[in-house]
């Protein structure tokens, strides 16, 4: 035990608190090395903690002066040794010109492009990867074909694994740019149908060792974007948000903030969590529709066009159960925002200095519409999850781009085009 000498107190090594995986169908236990789904029933699994062991050895006092990543939560983290590149800890920004535009004094933007790859991905895969690497799996795979696949290849080469990424046949190059850049294998796949993708991808996987990094299925990913919750009930003092808006395809992050926050409330460390509100676009929406409907599983649904790529998914499966039900028991809601709110949106992001991708600023979209609507009261404190850059998708941000102005060089020309 050393001295910190910021603080004068003796400094802990933090550690894990993980004890076990258990279904959350039919109650079975597992050890770490049981990666995927239930073997007895098929159920999600869930990693469980010593919250006694917990709750005696976190002390929020010292918080400031641990390290400025997802792993100052350590106790609440399923490995030791991480890999990581200094993930979340991401910059809460208090919104200081579109406030009033939106309708709400207090709101916030939980700014996740300035993470490693940047997106909230890498929250997931530095605990994906860091799990790999404790098993002794060699290789890591994913079915992506934007922030997942290029998260999974950078947290891979850290950790000098391999990385393999398919992606249907038709994907154009850029969006895999990044992948491809930290020397992922990416494969270009000639399937007949989604399905015989998504067939071909779980054979591979079995067949060669790989990890599946699918959220649907690892019941590890999630646990980075647990710290959602720590994040905002800190930056809150410990009072988190009134609400909290999230973009999602197919919810993991929603379900890992939901259980963050059910975490801290069972330690005591905070009274009330946030309402979470469920986001996607208007032209893919199978969860929100469910959720309106008062069904407790979503439907599969033929998805419309939409500029928001990165939330297409036309089947949330029976995940989105926990999706929703984490809605609900939060209090919260769903909501739908068109593409043409979507664009504006990102507008006004770029007012607040943040450059967005359509699937972050659909979240200030879901908040101005709430707004209009009488379900959030303009005192409220609200927080609007930005989950990427908006380098991630420059076609769509040129849809928002302003020409530039051809001058001729002398002053009087330059003049005239001095219109702000």
């Given at each position: 035990m050393e001295a910190d000498s910021r603080s004068g107190r003796s400094k802990k090594e933090l550690r894990s608190f993980f004890t076990y995986l258990k279904c959350l169908n039919c109650g079975a236990v597992y050890g770490k090395e049981e990666v995927y789904l239930c073997p007895r029933c098929g159920g999600f699994l869930d990693p469980k903690y010593d919250y006694e062991g917990i709750a005696e050895e976190f002390c929020i006092e010292d918080l400031p002066f641990r390290e400025r990543s997802i792993w100052k939560w350590k106790e609440f983290m399923p490995v030791d040794e991480p890999i990581s590149?200094?993930?979340?800890?991401?910059?809460?920004?208090?919104?200081?010109?579109?406030?009033?535009e939106i309708g709400i004094r207090n709101l916030y933007l939980k700014d996740e492009t300035v993470n490693p790859t940047g997106s909230l991905k890498d929250r997931s895969t530095s605990v994906n990867v860091s799990i790999a690497k404790e098993l002794g799996v060699k290789t890591v795979a994913i079915i992506s074909t934007g922030n997942a696949a290029a998260s999974l290849a950078a947290y891979a080469t850290r950790a000098d694994l391999k990385a393999v990424v398919m992606v249907p046949e038709a994907t154009p190059n850029a969006k895999i740019a990044q992948a491809l850049v930290h020397g992922a294998l990416v494969l270009k796949i000639r399937a007949r149908s989604m399905a015989e993708f998504y067939e071909l991808y779980e054979k591979a996987c079995s067949e060669f060792g790989w990890m599946n990094?699918?959220?649907?299925?690892?019941?590890?990913?999630?646990?980075?974007?647990?710290?959602?919750?720590?994040?905002?009930?800190?930056?809150?003092?410990?009072?988190?948000?009134?609400?909290?808006?999230?973009?999602?395809?197919?919810?993991?992050?929603?379900?890992?903030?939901?259980?963050?926050?059910?975490?801290?409330?069972?330690?005591?460390?905070?009274?009330?969590?946030?309402?979470?509100?469920?986001?996607?676009?208007?032209?893919?929406?199978?969860?929100v529709k469910a959720f309106r409907e008062g069904r407790e599983v979503a439907s599969p649904i033929s998805p419309g066009k939409t500029i928001v790529t990165s939330l297409i998914v036309s089947n949330p499966g029976p995940k989105s159960a926990l999706v929703l039900k984490a809605?609900?028991?939060?209090?919260?809601?769903?909501?739908?925002?068109?593409?043409?709110?979507?664009?504006?949106?990102?507008?006004?992001?770029?007012?607040?200095?943040?450059?967005?991708?359509?699937?972050?600023?659909?979240?200030?979209?879901?908040?101005?519409?709430?707004?209009?609507?009488?379900?959030?009261?303009?005192?409220?404190?609200?927080?609007?999850?930005?989950?990427?850059?908006?380098?991630?998708?420059?076609?769509?941000?040129?849809?928002?781009?302003?020409?530039?102005?051809?001058?001729?060089?002398?002053?009087?020309?330059?003049?005239?085009?001095?219109?702000?």
């Open positions: 590149l200094g993930e979340g800890n991401t910059p809460l920004i208090r919104c200081e010109r579109v406030s009033e990094s699918v959220g649907g299925v690892n019941p590890y990913r999630n646990e980075g974007k647990k710290t959602y919750a720590y994040e905002l009930s800190e930056a809150f003092d410990w009072d988190p948000p009134d609400w909290f808006i999230m973009p999602m395809a197919g919810g993991n992050a929603l379900i890992a903030a939901w259980k963050g926050f059910k975490e801290l409330f069972s330690l005591g460390l905070i009274s009330k969590a946030s309402k979470l509100v469920g986001v996607q676009p208007k032209e893919c929406a199978a969860i809605i609900r028991e939060s209090n919260g809601t769903c909501d739908d925002p068109s593409d043409d709110e979507v664009l504006e949106a990102m507008k006004l992001l770029a007012k607040e200095g943040i450059f967005s991708e359509p699937g972050g600023a659909i979240s200030l979209a879901a908040a101005k519409r709430l707004v209009d609507r009488g379900v959030i009261d303009p005192p409220d404190s609200v927080v609007c999850l930005i989950t990427g850059s908006g380098f991630k998708d420059m076609k769509s941000v040129e849809k928002i781009l302003k020409k530039p102005i051809h001058v001729d060089p002398t002053l009087e020309s330059l003049e005239k085009a001095l219109i702000w």
